[in-house]
């Protein structure tokens, strides 16, 4: 049972264009991360959310999580080629003791 | 201020070596995380380790794999008498005290390991 259920799985669109991709589970969470990785390279932190309903900028790219802290989104606004990458959200369970996990993440192609 | 260390960035064994992938935190973390990538899939869960403590290895394989992170020194993944299923990047991650900033991770680039 995947824990972290993130979607879509791939996404291919036009530089300019406005896109938004998910990250869902079944349980509630203290926090969550998203993280950008791109090719040959380790995954890098782009935002922790931790109440629910927090909406959160990164300059073109606004983060919420879920007024019940169980799902997330990511919407990239006008999205140029350097936003290609692996989009990958991982949390850390009410139990401090518990792995921080990781979704399988969305892959997103940007096209000039 | 140096980022997670890894090395080697890329090794290659044959069937039934020893790989040794080694990783240095970030300094001044105490936790370290090791995660296992296949191409084109997600970051899956291996280990977490504080200095000299397993704190959970359920992702772990119970067999051939192993994992340390003495008091001294980097944190070690050692995988014994490889096979072809074993080829994958395998990253580390650290973190400072969890409790003030749950979750967030520092990665370092990787290595990748290739079983022939």
């Known amino acids: 049972t995947q824990l972290l259920e993130q979607s879509p799985q791939f996404l291919s669109i036009q530089e300019g264009e406005n896109l938004t991709v998910y990250c869902n589970s079944s349980?509630?969470?203290?926090?969550l991360q998203w993280y950008r990785q791109e090719p040959g390279e380790g995954p890098v932190l782009l935002v922790t959310?931790?109440?629910?309903?927090e909406v959160k900028k990164l300059k073109r790219l606004t983060f919420q999580f879920g007024d019940a802290r169980k799902d997330s989104s990511l919407h990239i606004t006008a999205a140029q080629p350097g936003d290609t990458g692996l989009y990958l959200c991982?949390?850390?369970?009410?139990?401090?003791?518990?792995?921080?996990?990781f979704g399988k993440g969305t892959r997103l192609h940007i096209l000039p | 201020n140096a980022g997670v260390m890894q090395n080697p960035r890329h090794l290659v064994r044959r069937r039934g070596q020893e790989a040794r992938l080694r990783c240095s935190p970030m300094k001044g973390h105490s936790h370290v995380y090791w995660y296992r990538q296949l191409p084109e899939e997600g970051l899956k869960f291996m280990v977490y380790l504080q200095k000299e403590n397993i704190i959970d290895e359920s992702g772990m394989p119970k067999e051939r794999f192993s994992a340390e992170f003495p008091k001294e020194g980097p944190s070690i993944l050692r995988i014994q008498q490889v096979v072809r299923g074993d080829s994958a990047a395998y990253f580390c991650a650290s973190s400072p005290v969890l409790e003030s900033n749950p979750g967030e991770l520092f990665f370092g680039e990787g290595s990748r390991l290739t079983v022939l």
């Open positions: 349980s509630v969470f203290s926090s």
């Open positions: 991982a949390v850390h369970s009410m139990n401090r003791d518990d792995k921080i996990i």
């Open positions: 959310v931790v109440t629910g309903g």
